[in-house]
């Protein structure tokens, strides 16, 4: 298995990032109520990962212009990877996967994001940490813990070495998931991959569940003991709550990344 991550202090301080050695360190800070940002900071060794210059990763970043790095369905994959974050308020991520930035090698990443939050409870900043595995490394990890690489990937049955990965990434980046909806097999993929997260889902939005129906059957309540037309104040039965699932669709939505590393 790899090494633990290195000690960044108490990821408040920029002098800790500057000197983090070969782990690429990027901090976004947040508006808790609108989640516009308010300052990003990079340090020197994420934009060398990035093959970039402060000033042009930090431009980028500012224009929404950052190049993407993943394969589609690599992206989609990290995007799923992130629900734990608004589904069971985890306070920290951690990621096997690999990336390709233009004009650069392939490689393999260890990505660490770490969640802030304000006293009430509401996203204020993240911090991610990137640091180059060696295709040695990932393999071992994957043997020791495969639900910590590549977490959808490998629920799905893919168990490619670190090597293979490396060797199949620039033709799997012509897989787009407009070419999966157009044959069997990636149809199935795609198929399996909404299995898997609706299975993984099923906990929270069983609690969406309860929490509607809890509110729906307050507000009725409420509403008996304010009617005058019922004096007593006997509470009525609520309405149904509907079949499973819709709580969670009617009343919240994912969160939207603006980390695009």
Sequence with gaps: SLPPPPDLGTLEDEDVFADAGSVGVTRIDYDPLTMGRTSVYVNPEYCHQLGMS???????????????????????CQ??????????????????????????????????????????GRHRSHIVMLRQITPEEYDAQLQADPS???????ALGDRRSGAQLLADLESDQHQTLESMCRTVAGRRQLSALGAELLRRMRPAIARADM??????????????FDDPSNPAGEESDPPPSGPPGRGLARDSEPGDSTCRH
Excluded: C
């Design 54 to 76: 402060p000033e042009e990763e930090l431009a980028r970043v500012a224009s929404h212009d950052l190049p993407d790095h993943l394969t589609e369905f690599d992206r989609l």
């Design 79 to 120: 995007i799923l990877e992130s629900l734990p974050v608004f589904a069971e308020g985890a306070s920290e991520l951690v990621e096997y996967t690999r990336q390709l930035w233009p004009g650069a090698k392939p490689i393999l990443m260890e990505r660490r994001i770490r969640y802030l939050f304000n006293g009430a």
């Design 211 to 224: 929490l509607a129906a809890a509110t729906a059957a307050a507000k009725v309540s409420t509403a008996n």
């Design 148 to 154: 910590s690489v590549r977490t959808w990937q490998t």
